[in-house]
């Protein structure tokens, strides 16, 4: 037996106010056909199942394109078993709505725990789970605490919200879910949503934890690989291998595009050519395809006094990827005793400005870097 594990696509969500608009409909859109490749896979792979960990959707109001490309993509797959359990953005979502067409291989959850019993199998696979945004009626922390598993079955428990550490003993804040109290339950997997990371520890003896993750980052904030989780339960006769988890699970990365977060140390450099040739150092050693998404932070101390020109430098790379954005986070680094006594002006200047209790060392620099520049006959001086 196979199942998928994915969760967080937050399809239609906004665009990142970054892309151009054309870029931003194509990742739009790319979302959706993520989740469809996705499933495609899935499919092709003979899944059994595909859990769905909550916030599939970013809103309750779905786009009509979105909704119709979900349910369709559903309907198609009449051999795979979908599972959705809703998170807090699309708490309110209701996949059959607008048209009301039921989807036979659709299975969702309420407030309450809802178990599934999967077929196929030396042993049963039973899926559970709840919807905890919002809280359900009596609490989160009393819910976790009644749910009760057959020891016998695979239990795969579906939930969305943080995990924290506790029993619960202070009253849980929404989408929060203590570990405590999903201990010596009997879980084999629990199954998350909400954290955008994949990531996977030990629940108890016997289960394990696994989120996720995005199927696609969307931001800067979402960097390195994204996609979805596959666990293969063995098939009869070598399932006894005691110590061993009942259910292994690999992490796929699947995203169209990955998003890099690249820092760029400046130190030696001084001329925007040569931070450009450090920048080219740093993109053959990153593994950054032309489909992706870049941010460069040029770091570290960079003199005051030398050229520096961040338009120069975005666009000399800028054609090579989907996106890139190169920030400049170098300090001014002020070399004092070269202006120590040096009769002319720009050495008064820079004294002055060295004296000055008011300003940080930060501060001071800037001020160098626009005074040298001004002083230079520079028109721009100013970032
Ligand atoms: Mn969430």
Redesign the pocket.
């Known amino acids: 037996m196979k199942i998928f594990h994915c ?2 696509l937050h399809l239609d969500a906004p665009t990142d106010s970054r892309l151009d608009p054309e870029k931003a409909r194509i990742r739009r859109d790319e979302l959706l056909l993520t989740f469809q490749l996705f499933l495609d896979t899935a499919a092709e792979e003979n899944a059994d199942a595909v859990l769905l960990c ?2 599939l959707f970013d809103r309750d109001l779905v786009s009509p394109t979105a909704a119709s490309v979900v349910r369709d993509a559903i309907l198609a797959h009449p051999t795979l078993e979908i599972f959705y359990l809703r ?3 699309d708490r309110n979502c209701a996949l059959t709505v607008p048209s009301g067409v039921a989807i036979p291989n659709l299975h969702t959850f309420g407030s309450s725990w809802t178990s599934y019993t999967l077929g196929r199998g030396p042993l049963p696979v039973v899926i559970t789970g709840a919807e905890i ?1 919002p809280p359900p009626p009596g609490g989160t922390a009393s819910l976790l605490s009644s749910l009760h598993l057959s020891p016998d079955a695979v239990n795969i428990v579906m939930l ?2 943080q995990l924290i550490s506790g029993n619960g003993n202070t009253l849980p804040s929404a ?1 929060e879910i203590p570990m405590g109290l999903l201990r010596n339950k009997g879980i084999d997997l629990l199954a998350l ?2 954290i955008h990371l994949p990531r996977e520890g030990r629940l108890d003896g016997r289960g394990r934890y696994v989120y996720a993750g995005c199927l696609e980052g969307r931001g800067f904030d979402e960097c390195g690989p994204r996609g979805f989780w596959v666990y293969t339960l063995p098939a009869a006769g070598s399932a006894a291998n005691a110590g061993n988890d009942v259910l292994p699970g690999k992490f796929r990365p699947f995203a169209r595009r990955t998003l890099y977060d690249l820092a760029v140390s400046a130190e030696g450099c001084t001329s925007s050519y040569d931070l450009a040739e450090r920048i080219r150092q740093a993109l053959a050693q990153s593994e950054a395809s032309t489909d992706d998404l870049l941010r460069l932070r040029i770091t570290g101390p960079f003199p005051a006094e030398s050229e520096k020109d961040l338009s120069y430098l975005q666009h000399s790379f800028e054609g090579l990827f989907f996106y890139l954005e190169i920030l400049d986070e170098t300090t001014d680094a002020v070399d004092y005793e070269e202006y120590q006594y040096d009769p002319t002006f720009t050495g008064y200047f820079v004294r002055m400005v060295r004296g000055r209790g008011d300003l940080t060392e930060a501060e001071k620099g800037q001020v160098i870097r626009a005074g040298l520049a001004a002083l230079r006959g520079e028109k721009e001086v100013l970032p």
Do not use: L
Request: glycine share 30%; net charge negative.
């Open positions: 969760a967080d909550g916030d998170g807090n953005h945004s969305h919200g989408e949503g909400h």
